[in-house]
């Protein structure tokens, strides 16, 4: 016999908090309250399994169920002394919905099942209190009719409104039994009306009804709607729990409340919660009265506290706050009922909590010794940890909103509007704060981006330029606000009704998407201590190292602040749009010959290795990996007449000759084109000129007695034969350097594995390479074939409809991407054993795809500097995950 049904309370507990899956999480928990001595109403559930069931067989229940549920009952109405559908002494029962995960869309719960003409009769005796008994069974009704019987609510509404109006009466509580029995007549009337049928009058009618409505919720469609979303199966089903009802409507002395055994929003270890005096239910949360406190000591002068109010089921509440942190180790949210001065609990599970009440409760609560320091990593959410680093708005002061674009990249940003890239520059270069607002932005607008507070885009997604640029440098964005207008001619950007002009000043939140008029006050995070001290226990616990991706000094004393452990990847590029170099940049883009690429390039030489002996400085002894040019070329060229007539009088050439030139450069698939290492297969002395430059810094840093680890990487290989020639190039060039310096100096030279071909052929180009990075920006790119400056226009589609599980752009396809990646891992280590691996894409930093990497045996993931401490925790959370799956399987070491 399959047991259906599971008992709790009055010393009989068949399930336990390890019973979810089949109790549902409500369920389980009421057990488990229940076998640690708490004060649980007796009752039973109905396991997922009849759901399920139920759906696999044509909507029937299981042929023993009743029989099950008919004993449950019975040992209730035992434990209670009260007799369900009894004349005289009613037992009343509540019903309610418990899928394993709470979910929304699930049928809501009927309370006071059990009434009807008689019984309320028998109620009202018993207790002595008819208006209690009669409030009770319009309660039911009214739950009953809407939630099983499908009669819209407002109708019920309106006839209570109406009672009131002819009464006088203003709250529910001032209404009598005959008014609530006139009430109950009418709602009798109204179901009878809309369902066509008089409304059910036996118990188990009522009982079979409100079970049935509870599976029948599983199927409905918002709830299927819920699971699609949040990837529930179907499969799981929902739980019904049948309970013995307690009173919280009988009088002064009873109530009912919710509470969290510590401040949800800060952490801070108090009572926090709410109550209402001669209530039920939801009451408290349905806004029908203003709920009081619990704590004399947070009350305000005009509020009750329950402490003050009834000190008796107080006491009982601290005691239970006590006990259920001890017992479940976290922090709990609580919904309890006061009958007669006793307490009563209605159900517990694990709060939840903002990021920074996380963070707190998980280090105080390790500290305290109920939780150890593992546990303590593991409760924080690493995502979460963005919204601790940035500063915010504040959410006391009132703010005009102007529109709403993607929360590109968090915090929040002050300043006067700017519509060009210099401009920004220039204004900021006077101390200026400024938005950078932008249809969207393009590698030119990197300097700009740069001075600028925040950024502002039009158009483009979550993975444009702007959104990735502004994550990696730490900057606000709102991007593809697509209600704004922005008319670079007039300089203004308009928006329902709003006009700013260039100066006038507005406020980002990056967080929200969110852009308002005017300047908004704003928080600065207060890195606490328990900040730093998750983070070491965090950073005592994982295997793999972080670094940043980090191009400009600035970055990297970023990065370092956030401990990082080296630079991942030092893009040279954005080094050459600075403006006093650009010209030479562009010199050697335009020269005819390998000549005039040189003289450019000596021009070059100097500033790169300023740029690099300043990175080295700031990073030592730390590693720095640094990426010989990568772009296609005719990224850097201008595009006004009077920049190209510079330019042109630079070489000595003329116009004409220019615009030929920028024909040819021009691509019809530039991120498939001339770039990454096939520029320096073509133009050898554009390697050859970083590689000095990043030795010869290397040198006068050493001369300091400053180490130095310069890691040179070669981007965009696909084949072996690519690396083989320009690591010979590198090598040649920094021993030639060394030799003229008569300087030691170790330094690597690696790759970017960044193309699928790169990735099945790892074991040869590994030959060549003393580490690989996965590029998985491009690697995504190339490997689904998906261009991510054109994906936004139909990827939140394709993620909408589950073609893909998520953004790939933003968390790494591990179907995809991730089977070349552990390929290349294979065949690379294979080739070479030790092979040094991390990654520098913009999956570095996001947590599901840090995971992935360690399960991949990487050294080191790098990421943008504000992310470093996400990868660190999420690195550890990896190693803490591991350690439990090898515990958890039966035999460790079995081969794969
Ligand atoms: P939800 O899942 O929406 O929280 P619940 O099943 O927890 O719904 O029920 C909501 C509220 O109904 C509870 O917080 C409690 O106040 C009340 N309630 C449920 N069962 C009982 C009961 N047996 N006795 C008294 N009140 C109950
Ligand atoms: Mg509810
Ligand atoms: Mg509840």
């Not at 009719?145 to 409104?161: A, N, R």
């Not at 329902?496 to 969110?514: F, K, N, P, R, S």
């Not at 080296?566 to 170099?581: A, N, S, V, Y």
């Not at 290795?609 to 300043?614: A, C, K």
Request: proline fraction near 6%; hydrophobic fraction near 40%.
């Amino acid at each position: 016999m399959i047991k259906w049904v599971y008992s709790f309370g009055a010393d009989q507990n068949e399930g336990s908090t390890g019973m979810r899956n089949l109790l549902g999480g409500k369920g389980a928990n009421l057990a488990e309250m229940a076998s640690i001595g708490l004060p649980v109403p007796p009752g039973f559930t109905i396991t997922t399994e009849v759901c399920t069931a139920f759906y696999d067989n044509q909507q029937r229940y299981p042929d023993d169920l009743t029989a099950q549920v008919n004993d449950a009952l019975a040992r209730v109405e035992r434990a209670v002394g009260l007799r369900f559908g009894d004349r005289a002494n009613p037992l009343l029962v509540s019903v309610r919905s418990g899928a394993r995960v709470s979910m929304p869309g699930m049928m809501d719960t009927v309370l006071n099942l059990g009434l009807n003409d008689d019984t309320v009769e028998g109620l009202a005796a018993a207790a002595g209190d008819p208006r209690f008994a009669w409030d009770s069974y319009r309660r039911f009704i009214q739950m009953y009719g809407s939630v099983v019987l499908d009669v819209d609510h407002h109708l019920f509404e309106e006839v209570i409104d109406q009672i009131k109006l002819e009464t006088g009466a203003i709250e529910d509580t001032s209404l009598s039994a005959d008014d609530w029995r006139h009430v109950v007549a009418e709602y009798k009337a109204l179901v009878a009306e809309k369902t066509g049928k008089p409304f059910p009058a036996d118990p188990h009618e009522q009982l079979w009804g409100a079970i049935g409505a509870v599976f029948g919720s599983w199927e409905n469609q918002r709830a299927i709607t819920y699971r699609r979303l949040h990837d529930i199966p179907a499969a799981w089903g929902t739980a019904v729990n049948v309970q013995a009802m307690v009173f919280g409507n009988m009088g002064e002395n009873c109530a009912t409340g919710v509470c969290f055994t510590r401040d949800p929003s800060t952490g801070e270890n108090m009572f926090y919660g709410e109550y209402l005096v001669n209530a039920q239910g939801e009451d408290v949360v349905a806004g029908i009265r203003t709920p009081q406190p619990l704590s004399k000591s947070v009350a305000k002068p005009d509020e009750i506290p329950l402490e003050t109010a009834m000190p008796a089921a107080y006491a009982q509440l601290l005691a239970v706050r006590e006990t259920l942190e001890q017992h479940y180790k976290d922090m709990q949210d609580i919904e309890f009922t006061v009958q007669s001065n006793k307490l009563y609990m209605l159900q517990t599970r694990n709060g939840k909590r903002t990021a920074a009440a996380s963070l707190r409760m998980a280090v105080e609560m390790a500290n305290d010794g109920l939780i150890d320091r593992a546990e303590a990593v593991r409760r924080v959410n690493p995502s979460s940890l963005d919204q601790l680093l940035h500063p915010m708005l504040d959410p006391a002061v009132p703010r005009t909103a102007l529109a709403r674009g993607l929360p590109a990249s968090p915090g929040a940003a002050t300043g006067t509007v700017v519509f060009s890239a210099d401009e920004a520059e220039s204004r900021a270069a006077k101390g200026e704060a400024v938005i950078l607002v932008r249809i969207e932005t393009s590698p030119e607008d990197i300097h700009g981006m740069h001075a600028a507070r925040g950024i502002l885009t039009t158009r483009g997604g979550m993975t444009s330029h702007a959104a990735v640029v502004a994550r990696g440098m730490g900057r606000p964005c709102v991007a593809g606000a697509g209600e704004i207008r922005v008319d670079y001619m007039a300089q203004t950007l308009s928006t329902g009704g709003h006009t700013i002009q260039v100066g006038e000043v507005i406020t980002l939140d990056g967080a929200t998407g969110e852009v308002f008029a005017g300047s908004v006050p704003m928080i600065e995070p207060a890195l606490s201590g328990d900040f730093g001290t998750l983070m070491e226990w965090a950073d005592g616990c994982r295997r793999m190292g972080v670094r940043a991706n980090a191009d400009t000094p600035m970055d990297a004393e970023t990065a370092r602040k956030f401990g990082a452990e080296g630079i991942g990847l030092c893009r040279t590029e954005h080094m050459f749009f600075d403006p006093e170099r650009i010209s030479a940049v562009r010199q050697m883009i335009m020269a005819p010959d390998e000549r005039g690429r040189r003289d450019a390039l000596a021009l070059l030489l100097p500033f790169q290795r300023e740029d690099f002996r300043r990175l080295f400085t700031i990073m030592a002894p730390l590693p720095v990996t640094i990426r010989l040019l990568d772009p296609p070329l005719h990224e850097f060229l201008p595009h006004a007449d009077s920049e190209l007539a510079e330019i042109a009088q630079a070489l000595g050439t003329d116009m004409e000759t220019l615009h030929r030139r920028m024909a040819e450069l021009a691509e019809a698939n530039p991120m498939l084109g001339h770039r990454g290492c096939r520029l320096a297969i073509t133009f050898p002395e554009i390697y050859e000129t970083q590689t000095r430059a990043i030795i010869e810094a290397a040198v006068i840093v050493r001369r300091d007695n400053i180490d130095v680890r310069p890691e040179i990487m070669i981007p965009l290989v696909g084949a072996a034969a690519e690396l083989a020639r320009l690591r010979d190039l590198v090598v040649r060039t920094a021993d030639a350097v060394l030799k003229e310096a008569a300087a030691t100096i170790p330094y690597t030279v690696g790759t970017m594995i960044e193309l699928p071909r790169a990735c099945v052929t790892a074991d040869k180009i590994a030959a060549h390479a003393d580490f690989f990075s996965f590029g998985t920006n491009d690697l995504t790119q190339t490997t689904l074939g998906l261009s991510r400056d054109d994906a936004a226009k139909f990827l939140g589609e394709y993620v909408r409809l589950g073609i893909y599980p998520s953004d790939p752009f933003v968390t790494l396809d591990q179907e995809g991407v991730g089977a070349l990646i552990q390929q290349a891992v294979r065949l690379g280590r294979q080739a070479k054993p030790g092979l040094k691996i991390g990654i520098c894409g913009e999956h570095g930093g996001d947590p599901s795809s840090v995971g992935f990497c360690h399960t991949q045996g990487f050294d080191y993931v790098s990421c943008s500097p504000f992310r470093v401490p996400i990868a660190r925790l999420a690195a550890a959370q990896a190693v803490l995950r591991e350690i439990r799956a090898k515990a958890a399987a039966p035999q460790p070491e079995v081969a794969r």
